[in-house]
């Protein structure tokens, strides 16, 4: 551990630890769309929107949050040590996935797809923030390229909640549809994957020997390469359904 790190470390141990207050913040945030802001919704609709609002709490700050403490350290690496600012960044996301979690198992206990992510998802945080506390930098990007697309992918489930009740949501949600699913497509069906094999050549050439156990860093390929193949045929379905509504929007306009 060089100077910089011990410094680091030095200060950050001297304040309280943050994940407890992440929690409670998204706990509030969550509690605070119930009660204030979805309270016009039907009670089936509130949940949801519920969970897409500490979504947009923790996507698009955890990315720029995440951006910041990778460029901060010059040192970071595949196997390179996890600095204060890559860990504070890693109990910012555990604290949003646990608030989730608890959403899912409360109000939609069936749904084993999300539980399941989401319980994948923190076994690869914990393990890289309190068991190995290396390896960081992969976790990062591989966070920031998952959270990126979260500010329109929330707004257009958002849209899509309410677009048979509101001829407004229906417009959001139709001009979102074909440009979020575009660049959704290029994040996780060709970013994600990319970068995955370069984590993956990397640990598999040993670099990181003797910092990251050989289980773990399987553990995390295997986790990540079920999320994308699951982003990507999700993505897929969406767009089956995009151009069939279109081709059968044109049949109607034909038939008139």
Not at 7 to 24: I, Y
Not at 92 to 115: K, R, T
Not at 179 to 185: D, E, K, R, V
């Amino acid at each position: 551990m060089d100077a910089a790190a011990a410094a680091d470390d030095g200060l950050l141990g001297s304040l309280p630890p943050p994940l407890p207050m992440f929690l409670a913040m998204f706990l509030a945030v969550y509690l605070a769309g119930h009660a204030a802001v979805f309270r016009g919704w039907s009670r089936e609709a509130r949940p949801e929107a519920s969970s897409c609002l500490i979504s947009l709490a923790h996507g698009t700050p955890a990315v720029a949050l995440a951006s910041l403490a990778l460029l901060s350290d010059p040192s970071r690496g595949f196997s390179s040590r996890n600095t204060g600012a890559q860990d504070a960044v890693l109990e910012y996301s555990i604290a949003y996935f646990l608030a989730d979690l608890l959403h899912y198992v409360v109000f939609y206990p069936g749904d084993l797809l999300f539980i399941g992510h989401h319980l994948a998802t923190l076994f690869v945080f914990l393990t890289c923030r309190y068991l190995v506390r290396h390896g960081a930098f992969a976790i990062l990007v591989l966070l920031i390229l998952a959270e990126v697309t979260s500010a329109c992918q929330n707004a257009w489930t958002l849209a899509g909640a309410r677009r048979r009740d509101s001829a407004l949501a229906a417009k959001v949600f139709d001009a979102l549809s074909a440009p979020f699913y575009s660049f959704y497509s290029v994040v996780r069906g060709l970013l994600g994957p990319l970068f995955l094999y370069k984590m993956g050549a990397f640990y598999a050439s040993g670099g990181a020997e003797g910092v990251i156990p050989k289980w773990v860093w399987v553990s995390w390929l295997v986790v990540v390469s079920i999320a994308i193949g699951v982003s990507i045929l999700w993505v897929s379905n969406l767009w089956v359904e995009f151009f069939r509504e279109r081709s059968r929007g044109g049949l109607e306009k034909k038939s008139r």
